[in-house]
Nanobody
């Protein structure tokens, strides 16, 4: 069974940093592109970032570009999101998500079939 477990969330000051991790199991992690998505209070799911299966290509939503970095360690079946220069509007529940099709890591949330439980990120002064 597919399992995705996020960790690393917490409280950060504006301008601060957090590093999120997602431990994956139950599928061939190295064969799949992966993404991060988030959900803020009163909003739907928003795609944040995606990465190809081998880590050779990455993509980001405009609202995080230049601040966040997605990466992966296939040997550890772990996905990461380094978040720098955090803003209050980054406050959300952050999810690791796996696509239905191995090569997809884009912004259409309907293309993803598994999500973790989420890790809360709160940015406040």
């Amino acid at each position: 069974q597919v399992q995705l477990v996020e960790s690393g969330g917490g409280l950060a000051q504006p301008g601060g940093s957090l590093r999120l991790s997602c431990a994956a199991s139950g599928f061939t992690f190295s064969g799949y592109a992966m993404s991060w998505a988030r959900q803020a209070p009163g909003k739907g799911l928003e795609w944040v970032s995606g990465i190809t299966s081998d880590g050779s290509d990455t993509d980001y939503a405009d609202f995080v570009k230049g601040r966040f970095t997605i990466s992966r360690d296939n040997a550890k079946s772990t996905l990461y999101l380094q978040m720098n220069s955090l803003k209050p509007e980054d406050t959300a529940l952050y999810y690791c998500t796996k696509p239905r099709h191995v090569g997809y890591s884009g912004s259409f949330m309907d293309e993803y079939d598994y999500w973790g439980q989420g890790t809360q990120v709160t940015v406040s002064s």
